[in-house]
């Protein structure tokens, strides 16, 4: 989504013209949830001065009760006004999202947005300019029940690639393609996935601040048609068991004044030192940031062998079953793409902690193993041990155990917020744990 050089007169203007009546400051808390403030049109002023406040400690992964006065600072090039109906008598919602501020008008540092900041500025530091990514989230849809709630039952059987009939969701997505457009999104593609009920819309790459609040708001625009039209769209890893599930595949470039870090045309593969540096760090860190990229306890019933998603820390120029693919492309659109992200991942956390393994390769030029151009799937245990293959973690408790040891993740989301996250996804597991499954009454009562 293009940003928009808009001043606050842009906005006092536009607010006027297109009778704007409410206004939501946006943010988003550790888990990745958006949250907001809203507000009549008549507290413009007040929000253009960067004097909205709101109470931190009512938010997870905040400030103590003691600590609660924070001031939301909106980041004037993302203010959108929301293209569908608001109200009966023609009154507009305009959305724009905020930065955290502490009481003493400092930059929060448990605010998500404001760790990928520090972590770009620690990117610029080391000679980086931009971190371009090209997201490509998946969801599904499911039908909705008499009372309205969400149900798991899909409402096609198409798969890649099919069209109507049998890609009942097709209207929707067109829907959904031509809203993300008429609020600035460049829309690149849009297609049925491998599953029935499941769909990928992918938009043109951005920096990543901008691929992260863009990953946001697409979420919202998506979950708002889908509702619009009878049906409910759910980003969740693994809601149906059997089929395979909603990743987040995460396309990565760094540029350094206007040029792409990761090509050059002398190289075998037109790979530069600094992106096997890079991919260095990140299959070095992979085991250690899977509890970012992928944060709930649903997200590892997706990182399973058998349905595409990787399941192996390694990385290849073609094949897909490693961790990272190089795509075909080359010059300005070398990249490399990681897919074992999946969309319940917070993108600012994400990208943050992607960025910051990946520069650790650089600062220490890690050399990544060799590349695997065979199906690992089909490789046993003892040829992936000879060629260094090792596994991702396979529940969210081994994947928070393996990132309390990494410092250079932790230092990328800052040791507070990595810790209050620990915390809270060690407490998740453990409410996991006490609950006893469908499955295990299916397999076990009638046996014992």
């Known amino acids: ?179 993300l457009e008429e609020m600035g999104f460049e829309v690149e593609a849009a297609h049925h996935e491998v599953a029935p009920g499941q769909h990928e819309v992918d938009f043109k790459y951005a920096n990543a601040l901008e691929a992260a609040d863009n990953i946001q708001t697409f979420k919202l625009i998506v979950k708002t048609i889908a509702r619009k039209n009878g049906l409910y769209a759910t980003f969740m890893p693994k809601p149906v068991s059997g089929i395979n599930g909603n990743g987040m595949h995460v396309n990565m470039s760094l540029f350094a004044e206007g040029t792409n870090a990761f090509f050059d045309e002398n190289d075998e593969m037109q790979l530069s030192t600094t992106a096997y540096n890079f991919l260095g760090g990140i299959l070095k860190h992979a085991q250690n940031f899977t509890a970012i990229t992928n944060p709930t306890v649903n997200s590892y019933k997706r990182l399973v062998p058998g349905f595409e998603a990787p399941v192996y820390v390694a990385w290849s120029g073609s094949n897909r079953s490693p961790m990272v693919r190089v795509p075909a492309s080359r010059g300005q659109s070398t990249r490399l793409e990681l897919r074992s992200v999946d969309p319940t991942a917070n993108p600012y956390l994400a990208l943050a902690a992607i960025l910051a393994s990946g520069l650790d390769g650089i600062k220490d030029s890690l050399e990544p193993n060799e590349s695997v151009d065979r199906n690992i799937y089909l490789m046993d245990e003892s040829e992936r041990i000879k060629a260094g293959i090792k596994d991702l973690p396979d529940t969210l408790l081994a994947a928070v155990r393996d990132l309390e040891g990494d410092e250079i993740v932790r230092d990328a989301l800052g040791y507070n917020l990595s810790q209050q996250f620990i915390d809270a996804k060690l407490l998740e597991y453990r409410q996991y744990r006490q609950e006893v499954s469908a499955w295990e009454l299916d397999s076990y009562l009638d046996l014992y």
Do not use: C
């Open 1 to 179: 989504m293009p940003k928009h050089d808009y001043t606050k007169d842009d906005i006092r203007n536009l607010v006027k013209s297109e009778n704007v009546e409410f206004l939501r400051l946006t943010f988003t808390d550790m888990y990745g949830i958006i949250k907001n403030v809203e507000v009549p049109a008549s507290q413009l002023e007040k929000v253009l001065a960067n004097n909205m406040m709101f109470d931190g400690s009512s938010i997870d992964g905040f400030v103590r009760i003691e600590e609660s006065d924070m001031y939301l600072y909106p980041d004037l090039s993302t203010f959108m006004i929301f293209p569908w109906a608001t109200d009966s008598h023609g009154g507009k919602v305009a959305r724009i999202i905020a930065s955290v501020y502490t009481a003493a008008r400092e930059p929060f540092m448990g605010d998500p947005r404001n760790v990928l900041k520090e972590n770009l500025a620690n990117a610029k530091a080391a000679g980086f300019d931009a971190f371009n990514i090209g997201p490509e989230p998946e969801f599904f849809l499911f039908k909705l029940d008499e009372l309205g709630k969400p149900t798991t039952k899909l409402n096609d059987s198409g798969s890649y690639f099919d069209l109507a009939p049998l890609d009942m969701g097709e209207n929707v997505r067109r829907e959904i393609v031509l809203t």
